[in-house]
C-alpha cells in the first residue's frame, strides 16, 4: 500500500511531518509520500522523504501569473502531484492538460474523483493512478473504508474496466492501520489522507499507526 499524505493548507511543521514519514517509510520498507504547499515543496524534497505536489496547472511556460507549473514543481523536487482534488476540481480539458504537463516533467500522477462514475472518466485520461473520495467525508471522523466501503469496491471495478494499470486508491476519514488494512481488503493498492497526520498532536506515531499493518 501507498500512504500519500496530504497537508493541504493546515498549520502544520511541513519539515517535521516530512522527517517523520522518511524515517516511518524506512524504517516500515512501506512507501510514503508528503504533498506540501506548492512553497513548501523544496524544504520537504530536501528531507528525502518522496514528495509531491498538490496540484499543477495545465499549462506549459510562458505568460500565466499565478500558475504552478509542472517543471517547477519537478526542478523544487517533487516526483509526483495530486491532481482535480476535491478542494481544487479542475475542468476535464484542464485535467488532460495538466496530464500531460505532468508527463513532460516525468512527474507520476493521481487524478481524485468523487465517486466511481468520475473514477472511470478520469482513468480514461490515463494517469498513473485515480483516488475516489468522497466529500462528504473528507476531514470527518469516519473513515470511507467503514462508512461507505461500496463506493471503494465499485470505484475499483470502474477504474479496471477502463484501464486495468491504473492504481486505484482511496481516502476521506482515514486515520488508523485499521482503516488502511480495510482499504486494502477492498480492493484499493493507496491511501490518501491528510487530517489524521497534519491534524495529528503527533505526526510520528500517527504515521506510525497507519503502517503499523503493513509490516
Ligand atoms: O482530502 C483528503 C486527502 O487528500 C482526505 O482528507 P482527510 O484525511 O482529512 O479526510
Known sequence: MFILVNLKAYPCDPVEV???????????????????????????????????????????????????????????????????????????????ASLDAAGRADLETCVCANNPEQIAGVTALGPDSVAVEPPELIGGPDPVSDADPDIVRNAVEAAAAVDDDVDVYCGAGISTGDDVAAAGDLGATGILLASGVAKADDPRAALEDLVAPLR
Open 18 to 96: 516530512a522527517t517523520a514519514a522518511r524515517d516511518v517509510a524506512d524504517d516500515s520498507g512501506v512507501r510514503i509520500a508528503v504533498a506540501p504547499q506548492a512553497a513548501h515543496l523544496s524544504q520537504v524534497a530536501d528531507t528525502g522523504v518522496e514528495t509531491w505536489a498538490q496540484h499543477v496547472s495545465p499549462n506549459d511556460y510562458g505568460s500565466h501569473t499565478g500558475s504552478t507549473l509542472a517543471e517547477a514543481v519537478a526542478e523544487a523536487g517533487a516526483t509526483g502531484t495530486l491532481l482535480n482534488h476535491s478542494e481544487n476540481r479542475m475542468k476535464l480539458a484542464d485535467i488532460d
